[in-house]
C-alpha cells in the first residue's frame, strides 16, 4: 500500500508493536498517525516525540464510543483515514485448573477476548466504515 501522506490509525499504537509501526509509517512519509490507546500519558509522550502528524487519543477499544470518538478526532486533525492498524492488546497466560485442581477464571478469559477479538473487530468496522465516506 501507498504510505506516503497516508493516514493511519493506530490501536495501541503507544508501546511495542504499535509504537513501531507509528515511527516507521511516519518516516515513510505518511500523513498522519492516530495514537489510540488506553494509556493516554504513552501515548502523549510519543505523540510529542513524534511531532504535529501524531496525535494521542485515550481510547479503550472494549468502547465503541471511545473509538468513534477517536476515529473523529483523527478525522478533525488529519482530514483523511487511510488505514487502521491493530495492535491494542494484552497476554495472558492461566492453567485450565490450577495445581488444586480450580478452574481458571472465566472473566479474565472474556476480557482478552473483549480486547483482542471484539475491540480489533470494533475498529476495524468503524474504520472501514469511515474510509468508505471519502
Ligand atoms: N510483541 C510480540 O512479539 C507479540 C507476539 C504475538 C502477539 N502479540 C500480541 O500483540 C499485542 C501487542 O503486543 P505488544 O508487544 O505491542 O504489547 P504492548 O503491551 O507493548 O502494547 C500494547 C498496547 O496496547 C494498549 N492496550 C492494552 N489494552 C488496551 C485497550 N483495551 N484499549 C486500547 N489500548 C490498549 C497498551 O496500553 C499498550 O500500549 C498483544 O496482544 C500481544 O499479546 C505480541
Do not use: P
Not at 97 to 106: E, G, M
Amino acid at each position: 500500500m501507498k504510505i506516503s501522506d497516508s493516514v493511519f490509525f493506530v490501536s495501541g499504537g503507544a508501546s511495542g508493536l504499535g509504537e513501531a509501526v507509528a515511527r516507521r509509517v511516519l518516516a515513510h512519509g505518511a500523513g498522519g498517525v492516530v495514537i489510540a490507546d488506553l494509556n493516554l500519558g504513552a501515548a502523549q509522550k510519543l505523540s510529542g516525540e513524534l511531532g504535529d502528524r501524531a496525535l494521542a487519543v485515550e481510547v479503550d477499544v472494549q468502547s465503541t464510543d471511545a473509538i468513534s470518538a477517536a476515529i473523529d478526532a483523527g478525522m478533525d486533525k488529519f482530514g483523511r483515514l487511510d488505514a487502521a492498524v491493530n495492535c491494542a492488546g494484552i497476554g495472558w497466560a492461566e492453567r485450565t485448573l490450577d495445581r488444586d485442581s480450580k478452574a481458571a477464571s472465566i472473566d479474565n478469559y472474556r476480557r482478552v477476548i473483549n480486547i483482542n477479538l471484539i475491540g480489533t473487530y470494533d475498529v476495524v468496522r468503524l474504520a472501514a466504515e469511515q474510509m468508505a465516506k471519502e
